[in-house]
């Protein structure tokens, strides 16, 4: 009778570990999948930004959008020297 | 987890303790017939473990047997106490009724008849309850044999037709065989030997399908002395004859030899003198080579009266005077030979005791041997369940840590391109706010100082010339903040990048001067795609461009030479001009060259110049290739 009780105690001990560590495992990782997926969302809305700007800042003429709009004659300008 | 553990090694202790008693109980009770005191010394450390271990029903079951031992010794006063303090402790219905059955039996033998069969009636009530049918039948046999003692027959027979009934449904055919017998002898001692006869004869048939020789044997020689009472002569010599051929199938010689005097007896008894000598023979025959002295004696006796019968009184008086010196000889000899018997007997009971003394050691070291291998085990075990423990949190641990890694690398990367992304914001709007106001503002200026020099059409010309140094020192001032958002706005140059922008400024110097002629050589060993960071890239283009201007303004010359070449660690830009020269020593140096070896310390590089009058004037700039920005 006793190595019985043994050996089911046993048993039962040692199902019921790998049973709760392995629940433990499970929830750590779907958790920590939760956080990765969050944080990857966030960096891939920052890339997609800098790359936008970039892609625009390469795009930009300084000289064409800037000095020849402002080289305009300026008929108010009225001496009498 | 500590108090699963401790309630592990508690059930495993009081299972341990419980195990040993019921073993000691159980050895106790399979010697106590031939080892009684043995049995007396294993009860009473059973019923030690169990008062050790406060077990009521092993306390109970221990005092019990101690009390079934105690009986079998005689002491039933010690052994009714015993049994009586079991019944009062027990909370186990089946040692209850052992306790009943051995008070019964106890009372039985101390001859109160009454409290025996109140007794005897409690244990079968509740075997009765339990279904126990063999233990039933026991009782009701034991029951049947206090009436036998009371001198009531019937009520006897009645008991022991019920524990017949009871094996006989329980198919118990030993135990049947043995009531038979039981109920056989009442009616023989009845007198009713018709009945008695039945059931020696229902015990014989058992016994033969028991196939035990022994029984049968047995069994045949009383149905043939029924028989032989009955004057049924002929019926008893067949069961006679039946049972020395039983005695010869288990070479029993001195059970042939009794046989064959008893039919030579009934032959002689009967006149029936010639079949008698072929029996008294055979009888003498037996009797002597199995040296049974008392059936010698009955087979000179039956010589004697052989003769007697066929009127030879000679030989009769010879054999009765064998007859009687045998039986005075054997007096001596009887007497020895009982001495003789009763040491063999000793000595054999003596070496049994020893023989099961060392069995029950064997068993209670087996026993031990079997605890400790139980602790063996059991301590494997726990050291496997705390290795896995172990292991376990150890992997979830290493699980945690890698999770914590992960996460940080992410939260860093995630920093790093936030910080990216503001930083790239903020410089966007610092050149927005650079390129929409201030760059506005100048090209505002300088399209007011044109369009002064051309209002003003009676200026001197050292004011228009005045005027037109504004308007250049304004462009100038367009273009650094040109490249200044430009370097702004790039994270890195390419060396493809910068070569462009640079052969870019010297055509433009090419079209401005056509009298100068300009060499742009850029070795074939630099990789196009090699990096600069924009504030070096922008630094080097600046010196090159001050360096270009500076020929142009001051050295008159016909020729400039701009040439970009590596070394193992570092790159070497070299702009030459075969002008006018100066004398270093003499020269006073103005912005122009200070500003470019600021910009050259700036990017970690160092610059020299050679020049001499009339030889023309080297620059020679030596950046490092991955150059580390001065704080």
């Known amino acids: 009778m ?3 009780v043994l050996i089911v105690a046993f048993l039962l001990l040692l199902v019921g570990m790998l049973l709760l560590f392995c629940f433990r495992n499970r929830t750590s990782q779907k958790l920590q999948a939760l956080k990765v997926n969050r944080i990857k969302k966030q960096i891939a809305i920052h890339q997609k930004q800098i790359k936008v700007r970039n892609s625009y800042l390469n795009t930009y003429d300084f000289l064409e959008y800037n000095l020849n709009d402002s080289l305009f004659t300026q008929k108010n300008i009225n001496l009498n020297l | 987890m500590k108090k699963v553990l401790s309630v592990v090694f508690l059930v495993t202790s009081i299972a341990f303790s419980q195990n040993r008693s019921e073993k000691l109980n159980d050895s106790a009770m399979v010697i106590y017939k031939s080892n009684p005191q043995k049995a007396v010394e294993l009860l009473e450390k059973a019923l030690s473990i169990s008062e050790e271990n406060e077990t009521i029903n092993a306390i109970a079951k221990s005092k019990n047997n101690l009390g079934i031992v105690k009986r079998d010794l005689g002491l039933f006063t010690e052994a009714k106490t015993l049994s009586q303090e079991a019944l009062n ?37 509740i075997y009765e309850a339990k279904n126990m049918s063999s233990e039933q039948a026991t009782v009701t046999n034991n029951i049947g044999t206090v009436y036998s003692y009371l001198g009531m027959n019937k009520q006897a027979i009645e008991n022991h037709l019920k524990a017949k009934d009871i094996f006989e449904n329980a198919d118990n055919k030993k135990g049947m065989s043995e009531v038979y017998n039981s109920i056989a002898i009442v009616y023989a001692n009845d007198g009713d030997l018709n009945n008695a006869l ?71 008894e009967n006149d029936r003198l010639k079949e008698a000598k072929a029996y008294l023979d055979s009888g003498y025959y037996y009797t002597k080579k199995a040296k049974s002295v008392a059936d010698i004696e009955t087979a000179l006796h039956n010589y004697s009266q052989y003769y007697e019968a066929k009127k030879q009184p000679q030989k009769a008086l010879d054999y ?43 068993a209670e070291k087996e026993l031990q041997v079997k605890q400790k291998n139980t602790i063996i085990y059991g301590s494997l075990g726990l050291a496997f369940l705390l290795g896995m423990l172990g292991y376990l949190l150890y992997n979830q641990q ?22 990216q992304n503001r930083l790239q914001e903020q410089r966007l709007r610092i050149s927005r706010d650079l390129h929409d106001n201030i760059g506005a503002q100048l090209t505002f ?61 010297i055509n433009q110097a090419s079209e401005a001067s056509q009298d100068v002629e300009f060499t742009f050589y850029v070795s074939e060993t630099i990789s196009a795609q090699h990096t600069f960071t924009s504030v070096v890239g922008m630094n080097i283009y600046r010196i090159i461009q001050e360096a270009v201007n500076n020929a142009l303004k001051y050295a008159d010359a016909t020729a400039i030479y701009v040439e970009i070449s590596e070394d193992i660690d570092t ?61």
């Not at chain 2, 059931?199 to 058992?206: D, G, I, N, V």
Request: proline fraction near 1%; charged fraction near 25%; hydrophobic fraction near 40%.
């Open chain 2, 398 to 419: 290493k699980l945690k840590n890698r999770q914590l890694k992960k996460e940080g690398e992410l939260k860093t990367a995630l920093a790093k391109i936030e910080t």
């Open chain 2, 89 to 125: 402790i027990s909370e186990d219905s089946i040692i209850n009724a052992s306790a009943y059955n051995n008070l019964g039996a106890c009372n039985r033998n101390l001859g109160l008849y009454e409290e025996a069969l109140t007794a005897y009636l409690m244990a079968l009530k």
């Open chain 2, 198 to 268: 039945t059931y020696f004869k229902e015990s014989l048939r058992l016994e033969e399908a028991l196939n035990s020789p022994k029984g049968i044997a047995e069994s045949t020689n009383n149905v043939g002395a029924v028989f032989y009472y009955m004057g049924e002569i002929d019926s008893a010599l067949v069961y006679f004859n039946q049972s020395v051929k039983a005695e010869r199938a288990i070479g029993n010689q001195t059970g042939i030899g009794a046989t064959y005097n008893n039919i030579a007896s009934v032959l002689i």
């Open chain 2, 571 to 631: 790159f070497l830009i070299e702009v030459s001009d075969d002008g006018k020269g100066f004398n270093i020593a003499e020269t006073e140096l103005g912005n122009g060259l200070n500003n470019m070896k600021k910009r050259a310390r700036e990017i970690n590089g160092s610059m020299e110049y050679h020049a001499a009058a009339d030889t023309g004037t080297q620059i020679i700039l030596t950046v490092p290739k991955n150059p580390e920005r001065k704080e």
């Open chain 2, 445 to 505: 200026i300088i399209s007011s100082i044109d369009n002064l020099k051309f209002g003003l059409k009676n200026a001197t010309l050292k004011t228009k010339e005045k005027l037109s140094s504004i308007s250049e020192f304004t462009s100038q001032t367009i273009y650094e903040l040109r490249d200044t958002i430009w370097a702004m706005n790039k994270e890195a140059i390419t060396f493809e990048d910068l070569q462009a922008r640079i052969t870019n400024f």
């Open chain 1, 2 to 4: 006793f190595p019985v």
């Open chain 2, 320 to 362: 009765y005077k064998s007859f009687t010196v045998f039986k005075d000889s054997i007096l001596n000899i009887a007497t020895n030979s009982k001495v003789a018997e009763l040491e063999i007997q000793y000595q054999t009971e003596k070496k049994e005791n020893q023989i099961l003394a060392q069995h029950a050691q064997l």
